[in-house]
């Protein structure tokens, strides 16, 4: 693994929007790239004048959105019996995946949006989506406002919290570690919000059930 930090951040450094993009692609699809390695060290070019901040975020997003409307149609196309029992050989295990199409099920765009605000999940939401034939659109919106919003988080901490040595010294794993650090709180204010989001739901959706109730029972 940590020979394909060193590849993938070479790719940041040698490739610009066009490695952002791929990277970011993958790390919205099955292989676990960690968007902590490519949003934040590209950030940090743009504010040395190597590329434009905007174009950054842009390349990040446009990469997420990219990758997991591949995943979410390679998904409604193979269905939930094949990724079951073939899933594990690409590290989808079928609880995870079980987990996600719960959640999505549930919760509809709005989980997609927050779980692309969530480490783990963000790169296993579109496979539910997929299987559950979610409306595309509503899916493409959801992915594209909660990508945008990941990268444009990790672009404006990478700008501040990486430096020169870090890039030089071409060491991804202490550059993620420093990101993580940064990012703890954030993270723990969207679970937050998640939770929030996915209680309201519950309670409409019993709200919803016992209004049902109320009508038949005066029928």
Known sequence: MQHLLEIWFGWVKDWGYLGVFLLMALES????????IVMPPAAYLAAQGQMNLGGVILAGTAGSYFGS???YW??????????????????????KIAQAQAWVERFGAGGVFFARLLPV????????????????????AATTIGAGIWCTIL??????????????????????HAIKAKLGMIVVGIVGL????GLMMFLRSKAGAGAAKTTEAKD
């Open 29 to 36: 699809s099955i292989v676990p790239v960690p968007s902590e």
């Open 69 to 71: 409307a591949v995943s």
């Open 74 to 95: 390679v998904s409604k196309w193979l269905g939930l019996p094949i990724i079951q029992r073939f899933g594990k050989y690409v590290f989808l295990k079928p609880e």
């Open 121 to 140: 999940v963000r790169h296993l939401v579109s496979i539910p989506a997929g299987i559950l034939s979610m409306p595309f659109a509503r899916f493409s």
């Open 155 to 176: 672009s404006l901490y990478g700008k501040e919290v990486i430096t020169k040595e870090m890039i030089e010294a071409s060491n991804p794993e202490a550059l993620k």
């Open 194 to 197: 998640a939770l929030a989001y």
